[in-house]
């Protein structure tokens, strides 16, 4: 699809894999300059180095890495239109009574405090300009009761940060909205598929009856990063093939099966 040229650029934080790397792939198609910064710095260079574009190490859990990078950012490429925040830890599902206190400060840490430092620090050159759009990645496991505590209680946060943020900022010109994925084929869930790690396919429970692909992802990014969606802030936009809408069918049996044509 050919939309807008000239977006400006766009800083993906987690740019080096799944939905981050599509976001990146598909924001540069789109006429965006992007920034590929992720913890794994190679990843983000094999992104970078395919489209032509810039590739950076950064750990957003460290306040320090994440300064640097918008500094370094804007020295080598100029102001920062759009910042998507796709970078994330996992948990590994526990009983709640067993999970450590390391595991859930970490995924926290990682998933909460590294977004609100990302938002933070580049929101603050973007309030200068008074011009900026910022995507948080948060998760359906932050609108719904699963075996992820840590990771969905981030995701959820995550959320409630992006209202707030939307709210202080919007009169300064920028935006700030969260996208949440459903179960979505990045390599990480298709290992995970692969080798048994889920009870069953994730698509069965979605009323599509199918998994969430990472370009799927991506389009609702990029759409709400640009300024086709320059009446949008504060959302939460699902992106979950109709995981929300089909969860409560299961007392009936799930949801309707295909009908035949007639
Ligand atoms: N794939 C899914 O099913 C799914 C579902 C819901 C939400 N999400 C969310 O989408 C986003 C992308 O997830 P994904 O599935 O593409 O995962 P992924 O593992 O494929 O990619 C995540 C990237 O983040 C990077 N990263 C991890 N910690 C970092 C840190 N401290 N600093 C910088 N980079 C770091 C990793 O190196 C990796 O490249 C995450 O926010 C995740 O929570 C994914």
Redesign the pocket.
């Known amino acids: 699809m050919n939309i807008a040229t000239n977006n400006g650029l766009a800083v993906i934080?987690?740019?080096?894999?799944?939905?981050?790397?599509?976001t990146a792939r598909l924001m540069q198609a789109r006429g965006w300059q992007t920034a590929i910064?992720?913890?794994?710095a190679e990843?983000?260079d094999r992104v970078a180095t395919d489209l032509g574009a810039t590739g950076f190490e950064?750990?957003?859990?460290?306040e320090a890495?994440v300064a640097a990078l918008a500094s370094q950012v804007e020295t080598t490429l100029g102001p920062v239109s759009a910042l998507v925040?796709?970078?994330?830890?996992?948990q590994d599902i526990v009983p709640t009574e067993d999970l450590e206190t390391e595991v859930w400060e970490r995924i926290l840490h990682?998933?909460l405090t590294?977004s609100f430092l990302a938002n933070r620090i580049f929101g603050k050159a973007m309030l200068a300009r008074r011009r900026g759009s910022i995507v948080n990645?948060?998760?359906?496991?932050a609108l719904g009761s699963m075996p992820a505590e840590a990771?969905g209680t981030s995701?959820a946060a995550?959320v409630h940060m992006t209202q707030n943020f939307a709210g202080e900022w919007g009169r300064s010109g920028i935006r700030v909205n969260a996208?949440?994925?459903?179960?979505?084929?990045?390599?990480?869930?298709a290992r995970r598929l692969q080798t048994g790690r889920y009870a069953s396919d994730?698509g069965d429970f979605t009323a599509l009856g199918r998994?969430?692909q990472?370009n799927e992802?991506a389009e609702a990014i990029e759409f709400l990063a640009s300024e086709r969606a320059s009446a949008i802030t504060g959302v939460n936009l699902v992106v979950d093939a109709g995981w929300q809408v089909a969860s409560t069918w299961s007392q009936f049996g799930g949801v309707r099966p295909a009908r035949e044509p007639e």
Do not use: H, W
Request: avoid cysteine; charged fraction near 15%; hydrophobic fraction near 45%.
């Open positions: 934080l987690g740019g080096g894999n799944g939905i981050g790397e599509a910064a992720d913890k794994d990843a983000a950064v750990d957003i859990s460290s890495s925040v796709a970078a994330a830890v996992f990682t998933n590294g990645i948060a998760s359906i496991a990771y995701k995550v996208v949440s994925p459903g179960s979505t084929l990045v390599s990480r869930v994730p998994i969430v990472p992802v």
